[in-house]
């Protein structure tokens, strides 16, 4: 990757974190105009490019709006995700944005693990990651439990899992190409998922199961999420040109 191609992503990720900020201090609120693109470019230092992609960005996650004839104003100052992007395989960051406390990992044989059994080949060895994917106070608001082919990926567990995104960690080894299916479902949590999340086991949550395939058709992860039904918003974002 060019050094030019490393600055601009960061650039992106400085003016969206930069805006974001103005979001949760209260300096921007709902309905509020943001900084033009000339103004950010100028502020930044940069071309239209790296200020469109975290424009782009802030949109998918429901925080912004972009309306012909008003330009990008503020649409919401709480934690949402774009349902398009959960249902593919981000390389580019986090599904949800926030970083993760590491429950548990275990390396065991996938006929044995009720996610793998029907996925891979008797016998592989895979990787079971459980964590929970934590909102900007601390809040628990996603269980994630994943399962990953060892075979393909054998050092995976060996990496900083409170910042993973493991889409993003497959195409840095080479796995690209990634195929994404998923099924949502509503669900009832078993004791220790209710727990962590501090819910009741009565209550309804919706459940997203994904699977991986690289682009030659092998599996590669199964990953379930569960998600707290009131402090996490899924939505369809139409993203206006």
Request: charged content about 25%; proline content about 4%; hydrophobic content about 40%.
């Given at each position: 990757m060019s050094t030019l191609t490393l600055m601009a992503r960061a650039k992106h990720v400085e003016i969206r974190e930069w805006i974001e900020h103005q979001i949760q201090?209260?300096?921007l609120s709902i309905g509020d105009r943001l900084p033009?693109?000339?103004?950010?470019?100028?502020?930044?230092?940069v071309s239209r490019n790296p200020v469109q992609t975290a424009m782009s960005k802030l949109v998918e996650a429901g925080l912004v709006q972009r309306r012909r004839g008003s330009g990008t104003i503020v649409a919401s100052?709480?934690?949402r995700s774009s349902l398009l992007r959960l249902l593919h395989a981000s390389t580019?960051?986090?599904?949800?944005?926030g970083i993760h406390r590491v429950v548990s990992t275990r390396v065991v044989a996938a006929d044995s693990h009720p996610l793998a059994a029907d996925l891979f080949v008797t016998g592989t060895p895979v990787a079971e990651m459980v964590r929970i994917k934590l909102d900007r106070t601390g809040a628990a608001i996603v269980v994630e439990r994943c399962v990953v082919d060892l075979?393909?990926?054998p050092d995976?567990?060996?990496?900083?899992?409170?910042v993973l995104t493991t889409a993003a960690y497959y195409s840095s080894h080479g796995i690209d190409q990634l195929h994404a299916s998923s099924v949502l479902s509503a669900?009832?949590?078993a004791a220790d998922d209710a727990k962590q999340l501090e819910l009741d086991t009565t209550t309804p949550v919706v459940r997203q199961l994904r699977t991986l395939h690289t682009g030659n058709g092998l599996p590669i992860e199964r990953l379930e999420l569960?998600?707290?039904?009131?402090?996490?918003?899924?939505?369809?974002?139409?993203i206006e040109h």
């Open positions: 201090s209260g300096r033009s693109e000339r103004e950010l470019m100028e502020r930044f230092a100052t709480g934690l580019d960051g986090p599904e949800v944005e075979t393909l990926v995976i567990l060996n990496q900083d899992l409170a669900a009832h949590l569960l998600f707290h039904p009131t402090k996490l918003t899924l939505e369809v974002t139409q």
